[in-house]
């Protein structure tokens, strides 16, 4: 199948699909209404993720057909259309905590159980101009763990899908980044990195600031998922790409857990909804397209190169790690993420 027509393909029909979806969201009155933690100010559609869902279904079909993908990759979809199904449900009403987080870990572990639990774990330092390397098999730890990974990339994704086009500019890049390191690596992750990046950039065409429509629970948290599953592929195919896969994710992981942190720490309910995420107040005082820009450039000008080097050099992946969250833990401080807003005040 040729890469680039699988490319327009997906990504029109993410595009076609999600216009059809704004239309029928406006007709059902299924809106994002503003409230005293929004970052928008007027009502817009949401739920369009979902085309983003199909768009990318039918990629995997076609790639299925052609015999590129095999059948794990059906049943790693059906696991995250588990997700996908409880988003939309949400969208229209809503649905309590508990079912999610059970639909959720049900999704994970099922997730784990096809793709044989979690990759091996490269430990590699430098010490004393000697290379010493091992991997480490977590075994049935890994299960749990895996679980837990993928849980928490599924809601931080959720987390962080508040300004117009981070999470469809933030799956875009990072399905993109992973094509590229799948390419020279395993063809099957290739095509499928490079379906998701078709239908996250089909939907960004409406997403884009200021926002037609909202991707909503349907699509951040399938999106999520599948990016913690392709770096959990990725990292099958070479120990190191574990490392990269949490580089390229530094922004959505550090603010989201950074944040999460200062809340439980300071002792407020943490699981209460808020807007207190870094990138949220520096859009309420940049605007959305700044921060989203900001975001972009610091994926390709910082993330992506420290990403690259730790892929070239597997003996720095913890450091490289510390290296690339450090810039960002700075800025979650700057905009005092996670404080209350009088503190921030």
Known sequence: MNNVGLFLLTGLAAFSITGILR????????????????????????????????????????LKSAQLIDSSVAALMGATLLVAGIGFCDDHTHVPARWRFLTHSVAALLILIVMGGFPLVLLASPLDGI??????????????????????????????????????????????????????????????????????????FWNWPKAKIFMGDVGSGFLGLWIGVLILMAAQQAAVLLY?????????????????????????????????HAYQRAAKQHGHLRVLLACWLINLGWLLPVSFWVFVHPSHGLAGVAVAYLPLVCVAHRFKAGQTDWAHS
């Not at 007709?27 to 994002?32: E, G, I, L, P, Y």
């Not at 409230?35 to 039918?58: E, M």
């Not at 679980?147 to 990072?174: C, K, Q, R």
């Not at 407020?268 to 807007?275: F, G, R, V």
């Open 131 to 204: 290379l010493r390397r091992g991997l480490i098999d977590l075994s049935w730890p890994g299960y749990l763990f895996g679980t837990l990974w993928l849980v928490w990339f599924l809601n931080l994704f959720n987390f962080m899908d508040g300004t117009d086009g981070i999470a469809a500019s933030e799956s875009l890049f990072m399905s993109m980044t992973l094509a590229g390191y799948a390419y020279y690596l395993d063809g099957s992750l290739f095509y499928i990195c490079l379906s998701l990046s078709a239908a996250s950039l089909g939907f960004l």
């Open 244 to 276: 990269c896969g949490l580089i390229l994710f530094g922004i959505f992981l550090v603010d989201a857990t950074y944040t999460l942190g200062v809340r439980f720490m300071s002792g407020q309910k943490w699981y209460d909804a808020h807007c207190s």
């Open 23 to 62: 239309r029928y969201a406006i007709a059902k009155s299924v809106m994002d209404i503003p409230n005293h933690r929004s970052s928008h100010t007027k009502p817009t559609p949401r739920g369009g993720g979902l085309g983003i869902v199909l768009a990318f279904g039918c990629a995997l079909a076609l």
